[in-house]
């Protein structure tokens, strides 16, 4: 390396081929420096980017732009200089700055940056070349998209570059232009230079989708046969991507042009097994995830989405059995597409598009999705039935009696279903309507021998998907146990979602038997009430979902539906009295269960507690064994909050579960990690959602929601980036989201009004002391007798009497001590009623000053009106005024304009007068230089010299040896 300290051969040829660059001012001598120049760059590309760089780019480009051979000379020499040799090369030998030992091309790439003063210049130069005058000159735009390309990738010059093109006045727009050239190779190459150059920098993306990127390379994609496209389309994409994913301006503009509807191509493909086409797929689904995140709650968002419905749900409908079954030969591991996670995005697009928008789900219901059944023929199936399925089946296959279920059950995509389902389902009671009956009019499943003998018959899918539940509710009552316990959990989330919210519903539901086969019909309620006692009889070897499942479905049923609480736990039917009264118990068993080792019983003694908790809330009046019209008939003086609370409740909650253990269990469920991690991801999504937050717009109540929705999914279900489900993940142990944020809702609004509930059930039940003292007062006494009680316990089975009397003197004292307390509460009520006197009046006293203010302010009012009407009075005669004077100025103004106006036309006259003048001389100046001229070529043409041509004179075109030749676009 001596050419960075002394003279040598290569130097002294670089600086002499330098030098004639600067100083020649014949044509030929400059060509022939940057002919050298070029040779010596193929042999020492860094010697020559060290020693040229400035002379090539300062000297020839600025200074001789419009000769467009130095031009190509230059840019063939840079692209030696500035991009990587042709492949195949090694990387370690290629030729390093010795002091900051980075590669040729790398230093050389900053060099074309340094210094500041000048590189603005220089990419100036290569803008100007980019634009619409030099299309034709093909190879050297190609060469200039390498050589900006080259600049982006670089980590050292990548952000400069951005800062530069930024400055430029029309820079990004030229680029951008050149996805409209005629020629693919140009047009290809600005994709990728597009893509380099929008990644992560906000404003250059909302520069480039504001020319007009989008359809432009919507367009391209068309011309490219969409998803057949390969890698031109899979490029095109990732520039969509890079403008689209964390902008969320050039979303919702991408969304008011219309694009998104252009995207169901290729969410379309032809070939499920082609890997390039999956992978187009998978792009596109990136892109909609991301429009969709940001833009989802809108309305015209989801219109748009609408267009992608059918596609989405044929993707999900898709069922890859290679992907399933075991391949003879190895797979491949690099570029397989993951199937499963296509489908998990589709599903959460799904339930973006239709969740509070009716008619998206009306138009959902009334497509056909094409699914396989279990012999692998493609069948039209309900888009509902089909995500029943998903949901039970963790499979669009029908694996309920498949010998391989285990290989096909995905139990991500039953979670996912499960939430699409709850958005088709809620608010919308025809559906519900509808499902509920099929669900009561289904058939249990048949035996293996009886399916074999009958033939197989084609039912409507309501019944289809009534079966369907039916197979999974069964499970009990075929044998001793649950089966899957995912589906199990399955099923009762489903029915939950059929009757929230419709107690038209829940009584269809708990009025009608459900099982229709034998001679005893059961109901619905019957088969829950069954299922409970199977699970607490099992010992703990039951899976807690199980239950937990079956205490939320009696949840459903029982929030804000006083009849369906009747139905449950109260009623005057001999036949299920019975069976109402051992709910209530077993209610109360769970609630009073103990912890086991593992202490898993918080979760079934909340929710046990928080039933009995909507039963003081929506049924205070219910006893055991009569009616909701007994009841109600009993309580006719009493409407609304004054219904009387019934001693069945009194007795339930005060005696058998004690008021310290429901409370407790309240807290305890609300203290569970299922319970805080919703808790946490509402307060999260509530913060993005605040006034102060900086994404907040003006939104309505319907688009919040939406919004809140989409926060929660990408909050609380799905991980965006990691593409997991979060609820699958080895931190959760149930590996289902036992909770979401509806049940929080109501149960939080149960809990805030449970302590004053309870303190006026106390106080209805006449006690001698203040409902909210004795509510407390009990506590404490509670407290201390289960203190007193591990006190005295005696250690043998048989107490001693000083034992007992020692019990019977502390109950005494305790009795005194609650006398006193009534005593004391007896007082200050009296000084309540004291003080609310007092109060009285001065509340009077105030009114009366109110009085007086409010007849002031009248008083001003009116004088306030009386000075506005004087102002525009006197506003009135100024106008009138003013518009006399001005008709008066008009009047002179007109006379003045048609004098002016008169003297114009004499002049314009004149004018036209002296052109024709003008014309006519200069027809007979030109008539006399014509023949000036004729005369002097007569008398000069025998004295004419002929000057015989250079021999050493070259032509500009010959000599040419260009690097990179035009490509060949025939």
Partial sequence: MQWIFGDDPQTQAIVACCTRLKTSTLFEDKTSALNELENLAKEHPLEVGVKAMSTLCDEVLSKHFEEQLLVKKCIDILMLLLLPPEEPYDHNQLPRHPNTQRVYYEHNLELLLTPNTVSGDRMEVFIRLLKDEYAESIELQYNLVQILTMLLLCKHTMHKIRSELISIHGAINTLSELLNSPHEFIRNAAVILLTHLSCNDASIQKLIAFDGAFEKVLHIIDEELGIQGGMVVQDCLALMDNLLTHNES???????????????????????????????????????????????????????????????????????????????????????????????????????????????????????????????????THPLLLLTKLCLYGSPVDVHNSHNSNALFDPILSLLSESVLRSLLFHNRSVQNRLTDALLRAQPPPSPSQAQQQPQQQQSWPIEFGNVLLQVLSVPQLSKGFGDPLKYWMMTRVLSFLVADNNDVKMLALSKPVFHGGSHPQSLLSVILNALHMTMNEHGHCDQRVQIGLLLLLATFCYECRDAIYAIFGTSDKHNRNRNNECMQCLVRMATVDDDARGNNAYSRGLATYIIALCLEFARDLNANTDGNAN??????????????????????????????????????????????????????????????????????????????????????????????????????????????????????????????????????????????????????????????????????????????????????????????????????????????????????????????????????????????????????????????????????????NTLKTTYEHLNRDHEELLVFVGHLHEQFEKTQKELKAMKIQTTKTHVDIQPTDPTRTDRNSNLNPRFAPPNLM
């Fill in 632 to 897: 109600a008939n009993a309580n006719a003086n009493h409407h609304g909050n004054d219904l009387q609370f019934s001693p069945f409740l009194f007795d339930v909650i005060s005696r058998e579960i004690t008021l310290d253990r429901f409370r407790s269990n309240l807290e305890a469920l609300r203290s569970t990690p299922e319970y805080q991690r919703v808790m946490t991801a509402l307060q999260t999504c509530a913060k993005k959602l605040s006034p102060n937050a900086h994404t907040n717009t003006q939104m309505d109540d319907r688009e919040r929601q939406k919004r809140m929705l989409i926060e929660e999914m990408f909050t609380y279900e799905f991980d965006a980036a990691n593409d997991e489900y979060l609820a699958a993940s080895t931190k959760n142990r149930f590996k289902v989201n036992l909770f979401d944020s509806v049940f929080v809702q109501q149960y939080e609004a149960i809990y805030a009004v449970i302590d004053k509930r309870i303190i006026k059930m106390i106080s209805g039940r006449n006690q001698p002391v203040s409902a909210v003292d004795a509510f407390t007062t009990q506590r404490k006494q509670q407290q201390q007798n289960m203190v007193m009680k591990r006190a005295v316990a005696p250690s043998s089975s048989s107490p001693s009497s000083s034992t007992a009397a020692e019990y019977e003197h502390k109950l005494q004292s305790m009795s005194k001590h609650n006398e006193s307390l009534s005593a004391e509460n007896a007082r200050l009520k009296q000084e309540i009623k004291q003080v609310q006197t007092s109060n009285k009046k001065k509340n009077d006293d105030d009114d009366d000053r109110l009085s007086a203010a409010h007849t002031e302010l009248q008083e001003l009012r009116k004088q306030l009106r009386a000075q506005n009407q004087l102002i525009l009075e006197q506003k009135q005669q100024l106008t009138a005024s003013s518009q006399s004077s001005s008709s008066s100025d008009n009047s002179d103004w007109s006379h003045k304009y």
């Fill in 250 to 380: 050039n979303q919702k503009y991408f969304v008011e042009i219309g694009c998104v509807q252009h995207l169901r191509p290729l969410l379309q493909p032809t070939d499920f097994g082609d890997t390039q086409q999956m992978t187009i797929v998978a792009k596109a689904l990136e892109i909609v995830m991301a429009i969709a995140r940001n833009c989802g709650h809108l309305s015209n968002a989801q219109k748009s989405f609408a267009s992608l419905m059918h596609a989405l749900l044929a993707m999900v409908a898709f069922d890859d059995y290679r992907h399933h079954q075991p391949q003879p030969q190895p797979q491949q591991t690099t570029h397989d597409v993951d199937y499963d996670l296509l489908k998990q995005k589709c599903l959460l697009l799904l339930r973006i598009v239709v969740h509070l928008n009716g008619d998206n789900v009306s138009s959902l219901l009334s497509m056909t999705a094409a699914a396989a059944d279990n012999n692998q023929h493609m069948t039209a």
